[in-house]
């Protein structure tokens, strides 16, 4: 996307290069998984700044291009990963996010508030993962599900930008996958916020794009396998 080339500033002369060498697939579609993180029921209900952003976002599209970019990923042979938070009765409150969970008990394991959002979820095939603190990989199998499957990228979508999804792809960036960001199918309760995310992962994550880029490559790839002998 345009704003790539401002945030990998600090590779000058080299940044080309390097998006040469990292493309969106660089194992394949069918090496690569879409995690769809926290787009919850959730999203639609009460009057924080992460509904009100979300909102927003749903009148600027988010929804159409995120339900775009899992059909792709489905028809390239790309799992679909949805990611659900899971907050237990003894949640641990060592930040205000879990402090005010706790608090109004929202975000229960198997309450209305986690299902995913009706335009966006699940189809037969796809996987359903469940979580317990800020990364999708605490509390779930998701890196044994990743690992048993062969994935070696992992394409990220949801909300918020700064908080799941930065943590997330943090921690699989640690473990050695390749993350890929669909910054327009990404949301935080500010801008700003997810701005800055975007800025803080550029030298962490292997490519920061959008959903119309990753689809035309898992068309790419798709049309490739299809086309050999």
Request: glycine share 8%; with cysteine.
């Amino acid at each position: 996307m345009a704003a790539e080339p401002g945030r990998l500033s600090i590779l000058g002369e080299h940044l080309n290069r390097y998006i040469e060498q990292s493309p969106i697939l660089a194992a394949g579609a069918e090496r690569a998984a879409v995690l769809a993180i926290h787009w919850h029921q959730a999203l639609l209900t009460g009057e924080s700044l992460l509904t009100r952003a979300f909102r927003g976002a749903v009148s600027d599209g988010v929804l159409g291009r995120l339900s775009g970019l899992l059909e792709s990923a489905r028809q390239a042979g790309s799992p679909v990963i949805y990611v659900r938070v899971c907050n237990p009765p003894d949640l641990v409150t060592n930040n205000p996010i879990y402090w005010l969970a706790h608090q109004t008990g929202r975000l229960r394991c198997g309450s209305p508030e986690v299902q995913v959002l009706p335009q966006v979820a699940p189809e037969p095939g796809d996987l359903v993962v469940e979580h317990h603190r800020m990364s999708a990989f605490t509390g779930s199998d998701l890196d044994l599900i990743l690992r048993n499957r062969g994935i070696q990228t992992l394409i990220m979508t949801g909300a918020a930008t700064n908080v799941a999804v930065e943590s997330t792809a943090r921690d699989a960036a640690d473990r050695g996958y390749r993350v890929v960001i669909a910054a327009d199918c990404c949301v935080a309760a500010t801008t700003g916020a997810h701005g800055a995310a975007l800025d803080s992962l550029a030298l962490i994550v292997s490519r920061i794009t959008s959903a119309g880029a990753v689809r035309s490559a898992l068309a790419r790839d798709a049309a490739a396998r299809a086309a050999r002998p």
